[in-house]
């Protein structure tokens, strides 16, 4: 990570880092750290205040994500349409992913359409990109093919399936998806000659359903 370091002759006040937006626009990465003073700041007081005569330290300032150890989404707007993943509430699980043009979906069909952005997640981390409850159940629209890697670079695309009788129209800046980020687990393969015998054993397709019953290994 990247530090800069700022000597405190430098600056009048106390400065204090607000957390940072991973956004860039393009190649050009938008700075939106924010520098305040703190509420209980005075440039008067300060002013009757003197100095301490020894240099003081230098002020290290860092990322938001470092300082505060939480892991961070880093987003590129790859056209100045695109808008930024966004949840709708503070609890919501996923971040609303919207159309970057107009477009539609075919009745019985399906359509790629495009969102302007590109996105590195976490590397413990992928992305699922998941139907929206009211698309789904007032249109018929679901989501197919939604695994974002965290090494992916490219576009974030988002496949729609028209499960309608009707042509479904997207505008631009319209909410079509959402990403849900989920931790995963990559252990190593290890091929054997057999398995460990289980209750269930090789029982799938309903064989645990009510009143079926549960095969067991002779």
Not at 188 to 210: H, I, P, Y
Request: glycine share 10%; charged share 20%; hydrophobic share 40%.
């Amino acid at each position: 990570m990247r530090t800069v370091s700022v000597a405190a002759a430098a600056i009048p006040s106390p400065v204090f880092v607000s957390p940072a937006l991973h956004v860039t626009v393009g190649s050009t990465r938008v700075a939106r750290t924010l520098l305040r003073r703190p509420p209980c700041f005075s440039p008067q007081r300060s002013r009757r205040t003197p100095l301490p005569a020894t240099p003081p330290l230098p002020i290290m300032m860092q990322d938001a994500s470092a300082l505060s150890g939480a892991p961070s989404m880093r987003v590129q707007l790859l056209d100045p349409r695109a808008v930024a993943p966004a949840r709708g509430s503070a609890t919501a699980a996923g971040y609303d992913l919207s159309a970057l043009e107009d477009g539609s979906v075919p009745a019985r069909g399906r359509a790629l359409l495009r969102t302007g952005l590109a996105i590195a997640l976490p590397t413990d981390v992928y992305g699922r990109v998941a139907p929206r409850s009211g698309l789904a159940w007032k249109k018929g629209l679901d989501v197919g093919a939604g695994v974002i890697d965290s090494d992916y670079r490219g576009e974030v695309r988002v496949l729609l399936f028209n499960l309608s009788d009707e042509d479904i129209h997207i505008k631009a800046g319209d909410r079509i998806a959402q990403l849900i980020l989920e931790r995963i687990s990559t252990p190593a393969v290890v091929v054997v000659e057999s398995l460990e015998a289980t209750e269930r054993g090789a029982g799938g397709f309903g064989s645990t359903g009510m009143g079926a019953p549960v095969p067991t290994q002779g």
